[in-house]
């Protein structure tokens, strides 16, 4: 009697388990977009360069970087993509 049962029992495991072998419906992840920026040697240089005549909303005019035309490209940015990370 002993042997009939560890028998039914494994039957009825791999019933069970065939039975959770079945193709299972897969979950539907979303798409995820992340926008990392990153800078770097930033310090000391919180205004543009050159620094005559800068003006921050002014763009085209020959002046790169500065911290306020960083603050408004990641704001920008987080307008349309909320992911958006700043790395510093």
């Known amino acids: 009697m002993n042997q009939d049962f ?3 029992v494994l039957s009825l495991v791999l019933v069970f388990f065939m039975l959770g072998c079945g193709e ?4 539907v992840v ?3 977009t992340l926008l990392l920026f990153q800078t770097n040697d930033s310090h000391s240089h919180l ?3 050159p620094n005559a005549n800068y ?3 002014v763009l085209g005019d ?3 970087g500065g911290a306020a035309r960083i ?3 990641v704001a920008q940015a987080r307008t349309e993509n909320p992911n958006v990370m700043l790395f510093s």
């Open 6 to 8: 560890r028998l039914r």
């Open 24 to 27: 299972e419906e897969k979950a």
């Open 30 to 32: 979303p798409d995820f």
């Open 47 to 49: 205004l543009g360069l």
């Open 55 to 57: 003006e921050p909303s």
């Open 62 to 64: 020959g002046t790169v």
């Open 71 to 73: 603050a408004t490209l």
